[in-house]
């Protein structure tokens, strides 16, 4: 009976995947509309050619000996830490919305500073990853390191590298270590959210790796012995005690792991008093790292206003807006944060509860359950493309086709989603062995999604720890996903057929790109500040600031202010001068100059009136230019750098990606795919 029960929520957690899979290949698009989403039939044809290419690996692998294997194993394993080294290196992420409060309060704590910004007082969720960051700060600055971003990005893609460990140790205990260790790394390899979220300054890196490191831990606490057996445990309780105060939201995963024990006792898997040894590991270590986070937090200074926090119903009612698909909103947050007392926060936001679950009725419920599943499964990109607009280092080459390489990001990231998910589901319905790990990964993907899109706000990065589990099961299931007996016949049928798809993605893509029309692009911009608390830059005289355009070409700059004072700013390309506007500082806020390709551009603005002259600017503790932690923070200005395209100019119709390109790149998917058909002998098969 407990079997069944396990395989019960095995069979949900798939059919809960099966409406990913649809969602993920019809209706990306419908949601944020920043990126450029390639249409669904050309997303379903590169994932039917993504899953044949991997058959063709399956078959070459399955000739292979196990020491040029291995060496296939070492060498994909070589170019992660080579891509995710030169990753680390070159992108160095400015920090906005809440990374920005969060990295500024790290540098204060690192400092010695007990003053709190406001916003922790409303947001008491991110106290605990501030004191944590500003823990490892203060270590980097005891060791002489003044700009602690890069090793920063190394230590979280270390980190999140202990989940493909951990994957690696699971799948290899499932004895079906060929080929899907190889699918598993390669997998690893080519995710975008691996390298986004390895360089994003946030929590999200810390929780990603969680589950597949616990059901790793999990599986050495059960068949190991003396000090084996109770290091893992003891690791166990701390990253279960750890997720938890990081990230509220894993209170899933801990009430997972909870019952995924109960059922190992029931089936005898793991004897009652080893698992109330667990549990009392556990209670007491979650305990402990509570207490302790608190202390911490006493110490640097923090104390709790229970009148000024964010209620809980604040959340759920905005996630039951229907015009933003239960996604966060300015409109819903501000008027509940603004209400002064926490009584009075609560009766707003059950009001607003209450008034949209009847407005909405059963029916519209559930149809805004559906659209807010689509937020939370449809991007196979987790929302990595949108994670940052403003960089304090970005290789040149990026700054200047960003639309072009997000685009291509893109198309080869929800490919591989949509291929993950079909593997992912095949595992979750046909598997009988290794029950208790399959519903551990299944209670964590149900509870999450239940928590997210029935009761709290959603956003695709909300998704996240789910995406190791979903790279596993994929894996897992490609590789155990029977071959299909292949005759001549058949060959050709498959090749003429993804032919012809390959033939209908050209003109699709191709055609895409002709219609997309930008009158704008947007080069980079400087809105730290502008979220949360404005804060107001005052010049009395003379102020110069510099902006990092890391050659992409540029003619205009946007600055904000609500000042009648009369000033003068100039913009500068060394010692070029490219622009030199007066008037009042509200009605020369865009400024345009002649499309330059600079590094850097200098910008000079005086005030002419006898008052100070305010622009909308932001608080930092560190040179958004440079990375350089200061000594005091300083104000910086807001400021967007455009590249604005005249409605006569012929660069008026950008293209996406050149037609050459198109052509180029399918082509050569194209023949790994005829390559992974025709490869085989006539007794061989393909999926």
């Known amino acids: 009976m407990t079997k069944r029960i396990l395989i ?23 949601f944020f509309n920043k990126e450029d989403w390639a249409k669904p039939v050309v997303l379903i044809v590169l994932a039917i050619g993504l899953l044949i290419i991997i058959n063709g690996i399956k078959n070459v692998t399955s000739k292979m ?10 060498a994909v394993a070589t170019l992660i830490i080579i891509l995710q080294a030169w990753v680390a290196l070159h992108f160095i992420d400015a920090a906005r919305a809440d990374a920005y409060f969060v990295r500024n309060q790290a540098i204060a704590l690192a400092q010695g500073s007990h003053k709190w910004n406001y916003y922790f007082k409303v947001y008491p969720n991110n106290v605990n990853t501030a004191l944590f960051e500003g823990g490892l700060i203060k270590i980097l600055f005891s060791i002489g390191v003044k700009s602690p971003w890069t090793i920063l990005n190394v230590f979280r893609f270390i980190w999140i590298d202990t989940g493909l460990l951990s994957g690696l140790i699971i799948l290899r205990n499932w004895k079906n270590w060929r080929p899907s260790a190889l699918l598993f790394m390669l997998s690893w390899l080519v995710s975008a959210p691996i390298y986004a979220y390895g360089i994003f300054p ?25 000090w084996q057996r109770w290091l893992a445990g003891i690791c166990t309780w701390i990253l279960l005690s750890m997720g938890y105060v990081m990230k509220s939201n894993l209170v899933v995963l801990l009430i997972a792991v909870l019952m995924t024990v109960v059922f190992a006792v029931i089936i005898r898997k793991c004897d009652l008093k080893l698992a109330l040894e ?26 709790k206003d229970t009148e000024l926090a964010t209620p809980v119903t ?10 933003k698909q239960g996604q966060y909103n300015g409109n819903d947050f501000f ?55 403003q960089w304090i280092e970005t290789p040149s080459g990026y700054m200047q086709k960003q639309r072009y390489y997000k685009f291509w990001i893109l198309v080869l990231t929800q490919s591989w989603y949509l291929a993950l998910l079909f593997g ?12 208790l790990t399959m519903s551990l990964f299944s209670l964590v993907l149900i509870g999450l999604t239940a928590f997210h899109v029935l009761i709290w706000e959603v956003e695709p990065r909300y998704s996240l720890p789910l995406l190791p589990i979903i790279m596993l099961l994929g894996c897992e299931g490609w590789s155990t996903i029977p071959e299909m007996a292949l005759n001549l016949k058949r060959r050709l049928i498959i090749s003429w057929v993804m032919t012809l798809g390959m033939i209908v993605a050209v003109f699709n893509i191709a055609q895409m790109s002709e219609k997309i029309k930008i009158t704008q692009v947007s080069v980079s911009s400087q809105g730290i500040g502008s979220y949360f608390t404005p804060n107001t830059l005052k010049i009395d005289s003379t102020y110069q600031f510099r902006v990092n355009s890391q050659g992409a070409k540029s003619n205009q700059i946007v600055l904000h202010s609500g000042s009648q004072n009369r000033v003068t700013v100039i913009v500068k390309n060394k010692k070029e001068v490219l622009a030199h506007v007066t008037g009042r500082a509200n009605r020369v806020q865009r400024i345009n100059y002649p499309t330059t390709q600079a590094t850097v551009l200098n910008i000079i603005i005086v005030n002419h009136g006898r008052l100070p002259v305010s622009y909308k600017g932001g608080l930092l503790s560190y040179s958004v230019s440079t990375g350089k932690v200061l000594r005091k923070p300083q104000m910086n200005m807001q400021w967007n750098v455009n590249h604005v395209f005249s409605r006569s100019s ?16 399918l082509t050569m998917y194209l023949l790994f795919i005829i390559l992974s058909i025709w490869y085989y002998p006539k007794n061989k098969s393909i999926v």
Not at 65 to 74: G, I, N
Request: hydrophobic residues 45%; glycine residues 6%.
């Open 8 to 30: 019960g929520f095995n069979w949900l957690a798939g059919g809960l995947l099966s409406v990913a899979l649809l969602m993920a290949a019809l209706m990306p698009a419908d």
């Open 65 to 74: 000996s196990d020491r040029a294997y291995r060496y296939c194993l070492y």
């Open 202 to 226: 946030y929590n999200d890196a810390l929780v990603m790796p969680l589950v597949l490191n616990i059901a790793a831990l999990g599986w050495l606490f059960v068949n190991k012995h003396g």
């Open 278 to 303: 667990w549990l009392s590991g556990c209670l007491v270590t979650l305990v402990l790292v509570l207490g302790f986070m608190n202390m911490a937090s006493k110490q640097s200074g923090y104390t």
């Open 314 to 323: 604040s959340w759920i009612a905005m996630s039951l807006n229907p015009d």
């Open 335 to 389: 008027p509940i944060r603004n209400t002064k007392t926490q009584d009075a926060k609560r009766k707003k936001a059950s009001n607003l509860i209450k008034s949209r679950a009847q407005k909405m009725g059963k029916i519209g419920l559930l149809e805004h359950f559906y659209q807010k599943m689509g937020v939370f499964f449809s991007h196979g990109d987790f929302d990595a493309i949108n994670l940052t607009s």
């Open 424 to 435: 992912s589901i095949w595992q979750l319905f046909v598997q009988r062995k290794h029950l």
């Open 650 to 665: 012929k660069q008026h119709v950008i293209k996406l990606t050149p037609l050459k390109t198109v052509v180029k790149m």
